[in-house]
């Protein structure tokens, strides 16, 4: 049968409203799949960008990458979007494709049971839903990571993480902390330091830092964007080939951009702090890239300011008020910020995901979290996951990679909606296969060369793709179906199940 043969229409429920969730949604919508349901846990779409809103909070990629293909913003007001625009573009986007509409908001998927070829997903309002396809819209970054740290809760002032902003604790004048240094605590500095009266940055391990300034972009040239698409569209290739080119290929071991992407970060350490003490302790014993690189412009600037200090002696504990570190000092702060990253690999949990013969998700990934193409799981058919392991390089537009990632598992559905099987899942072998195949790229990225990064599972094996952009896409054009073993469950279909494509 080809695609222009009699189709099923299946039942999909698409769990969360974020960047992924509504492409999902307007990808269906273009397929002629009606029968979709959108589960929100919050009352607002937005995934990441509605739960960030620390001050500074931005994109650090270029806006005109971060933007789904199909919806070009002439808009963006920087080449590195603020959050609050961000989270503006993606509700812009879903009122005018109707995706609002078809979300149920302060919905969450408490759990996902597969069953003959049908999933059950029962909410936290009790709903029940029954689906052909449950497709994790989750995101990868989600779950807060707390630093265990005796006696943080002993402290008497104000305390949050960064994706917990509280907005209502007065900042300026006052003795802030802030633990971490990764690409958000070095969003938040720049902003701080402005208003604080102190600010005290508690470094673990520094981070290589890249100037790409965040430029205003003028009136004069948006309207030059709106008059000329394609002018959009040049600069999104512009980017991607910048980032594909330095950055990806830097970070995934070749050798030329390797170098020039260490001259630039070396160079800015350089300029950017004169104080040869400061500059000692801001700068990493680690390869380029083997964290993820941060974009800023301004942190070094920051860093230099009278009111922040920077400790870099380790701390020892929490105490009621402020920060002991194991030089015996107590940093008395005010408030104490936790700029310290996520979990990354909690992915659809904490949803008691359970699939074939009731294995759970947790069971299945107690060793070792274990995808194929990171987007099916071995043992939980027709059950896909979004910016799953895997997923390509960081420094690069994870809508870019949603895109892709969303085109081949609508493959797959295909396959079900011509009547060629109900189940599609992969073996476990597959799946390891996989896996092997990840880890031997693993030993040329700068990922590899000694540090300890989120990048990292606990085996040391990367939780990004290892090898080019190019070759991903390639990849992923086209499901290998060799690779899928498929089942027909009821057959023959009925015909009543059938729409005209
Ligand atoms: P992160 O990169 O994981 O950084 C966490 C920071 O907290 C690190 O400096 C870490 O030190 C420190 N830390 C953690 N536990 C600690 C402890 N017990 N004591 C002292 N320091 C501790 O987290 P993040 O900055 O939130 O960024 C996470 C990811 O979010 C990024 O890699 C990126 O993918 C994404 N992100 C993207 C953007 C964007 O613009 N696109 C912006 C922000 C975040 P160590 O380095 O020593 O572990």
């Not at 808009?75 to 109707?98: C, M, N, Q, T």
């Not at 936290?124 to 265990?148: M, Q, W, Y």
């Not at 890239?289 to 922040?308: L, P």
């Not at 597959?430 to 195949?437: I, M, R």
Request: glycine share 8%; hydrophobic share 40%.
């Amino acid at each position: 049968m080809n695609s222009s043969s009699i189709k099923r229409n299946p039942s999909i429920v698409i769990v969360g409203a974020g960047m992924t969730g509504i492409l999902w949604a307007i990808k269906l919508q273009e397929a002629g799949i009606t029968d979709v349901t959108i589960l929100e846990k919050a009352n607002k779409l937005g995934g990441t960008w509605r739960e960030n809103t620390y001050l500074g909070v931005a994109c650090d990629v270029p806006a005109h990458m971060y933007s789904y293909s199909f919806e070009p913003n002439p808009d963006w007001s920087h080449v590195f979007a603020p959050g609050a625009e961000i989270l503006a573009y993606f509700d812009r986007v879903a009122k005018k494709y109707g995706v609002a509409e078809q979300i149920n908001f302060n919905e969450s998927v408490v759990s996902s049971v597969y069953d003959n070829a049908k999933w059950t997903v029962t909410t936290s309002k009790g709903n029940r839903f029954r689906a052909d396809f449950v497709i994790n819209c989750t995101g990868i970054l989600h779950h807060p990571a707390r630093p265990e740290i005796a006696g943080l809760e002993s402290f008497d002032g104000d305390q949050f993480h960064t994706a917990e902003w509280d907005h209502g604790v007065e900042l300026k004048g006052k003795r802030v902390g802030i633990i971490g240094t990764g690409s958000t605590a070095t969003q938040v500095i720049p902003n701080l330091a402005k208003s604080a009266g102190s600010l005290h940055v508690f470094q673990r391990t520094p981070q290589w830092i890249l100037p790409l300034k965040n430029n205003r972009f003028s009136e004069k040239f948006k309207q030059s964007l709106r008059m000329n698409p394609k002018k959009i569209e040049r600069l999104r290739a512009i980017y991607s080939w910048g980032m594909r080119n330095i950055i990806t290929r830097a970070v995934t071991g070749e050798k030329l951009p390797a170098a020039l992407l260490s001259i630039a970060c070396k160079l800015n350490l350089r300029l950017g702090v004169k104080d040869k003490a400061l500059r000692q302790k801001l700068t990493p014993d680690y390869k380029v890239g083997c964290k993820r690189i941060v974009i800023s412009s301004i942190f070094y600037r920051a860093m230099t300011q009278k009111n922040v200090n920077l400790v870099t002696d380790q701390i020892e504990c929490v105490v009621p008020g402020g920060v002991k570190t194991k030089d015996g000092r107590i940093h008395e702060l005010d408030t104490l910020i936790l700029a310290t990253g996520f979990k990354p690999t909690a992915y659809m949990r904490p949803i008691d995901m359970q699939g074939r013969a009731s294995q759970t998700i947790d069971q299945a990934w107690k060793r070792k979290i274990v995808t194929y193409r990171s987007v099916a799981m071995p043992g939980f058919p027709n059950n896909f996951l979004m910016l799953g392991p895997n997923t390509p390089t960081g420094n690069y537009s994870v809508i870019a990679m949603s895109e892709v990632q969303c085109d081949y598992i609508l493959k797959l559905i295909d396959g079900w909606r011509r009547g060629e099987y109900d189940e599609i899942d992969v073996s476990e072998e597959t799946a390891k296969n996989f896996s092997a195949y990840i880890r031997r790229g693993m030993g040329k990225t700068a990922w590899a060369s000694g540090c300890s990064s989120w990048y990292l599972d606990a085996d040391g094996d990367p939780i990004l793709w290892p090898y080019s952009w190019e070759r991903w896409e390639q990849e992923m054009a086209e499901p290998q179906w060799e690779h899928f073993q498929t089942r027909k469950v009821v057959a023959p279909i009925a015909m009543n199940d059938t729409i005209s494509a």
